[in-house]
C-alpha cells in the first residue's frame, strides 16, 4: 500500500500517488533529485542499465544481414556466370551464348541495389535505429519467402530456411530487443 509523500520543500502532506505536491507543485521524481526514499532509488539506474547492454539477439541480427547482403547477391551473380550458355564444339549456338550473356548482367543489375540495402538494414540495427528494427523484420520476412522456391528441389533446406526465419522473428520480437529499440 503506498504511503503518504512529504514534500520537501514545503513539508506538505500529499495524498499517495501524486506526481507533484498540491501546494508548492514540486515534482517528486528522482530525476529531479527530490526522493530519497530508498524504493525510488535505482529504478531509473535500473532501467538505463537494462538500455546499455545490446542484446544478443541484435548482434545476431547484424551479423545475418551482413552474412545474407554478402552471400545472396554473390551466390546468385556467380551462379547466373556458372550456368550461362556457352557455344558448342560445332558453334551453332552462338547467337544463344551472346544473348546467354546477358543473364550475368542483369541478375549483378538486380543484386547491387539488395546489397546495398541489406547492408543499410545491417547499419540501422547495429547502431539502435528504429526502422533497422523494422527493416529486420523485414529481412526475416524476405529469408523465409526466398525459401519457398527450393521446396521442390531441396525440401529440407526450405523448410531449415523457414524454420530459422521464424525462431529469429520470435527471438527478434521479444520485449528486451524491443525495450532496447524504444518501442515499448
Known amino acids: 500500500m503506498d504511503e503518504i509523500v512529504i514534500c520537501p520543500n514545503c513539508r506538505t502532506e500529499n495524498p499517495p500517488g501524486n506526481a507533484r505536491c498540491s501546494v508548492c507543485a514540486m515534482p517528486f521524481t ?40 554478402l552471400f545472396w547477391p554473390l551466390a546468385s551473380m556467380l551462379g547466373a556466370f556458372a ?3 556457352k557455344v558448342n564444339e560445332e558453334g551453332t549456338n552462338y547467337v ?66 523457414i524454420a530459422l526465419s521464424v525462431t529469429g522473428a520470435a527471438l527478434w520480437l521479444k520485449s528486451d530487443v524491443k525495450a532496447w529499440y524504444a518501442l515499448d
Open 30 to 69: 528522482t530525476y529531479a533529485g527530490q526522493l530519497t526514499d530508498e524504493r525510488y532509488q535505482g529504478n531509473l539506474a535500473a532501467q538505463v542499465s537494462k538500455l546499455e547492454k545490446r542484446p544478443l539477439m541484435v548482434n545476431v541480427m547484424a551479423g545475418f544481414h551482413l552474412f545474407f547482403a
Open 83 to 85: 550456368t550461362r550458355v
Open 96 to 161: 544463344a551464348a551472346s544473348v546467354g550473356s546477358i543473364g550475368p548482367i542483369m541478375v549483378t543489375m538486380v543484386c547491387l541495389p539488395f546489397f546495398i540495402a541489406f547492408l543499410v538494414v545491417a547499419y540501422g540495427t547495429w547502431t539502435q535505429r528504429d526502422w533497422g528494427y523494422w527493416g529486420s523484420l523485414g529481412m526475416l520476412g524476405l529469408f523465409a519467402v526466398l525459401a519457398l522456391p527450393k521446396f521442390g528441389a531441396t525440401p529440407v533446406l526450405a523448410v531449415l530456411w
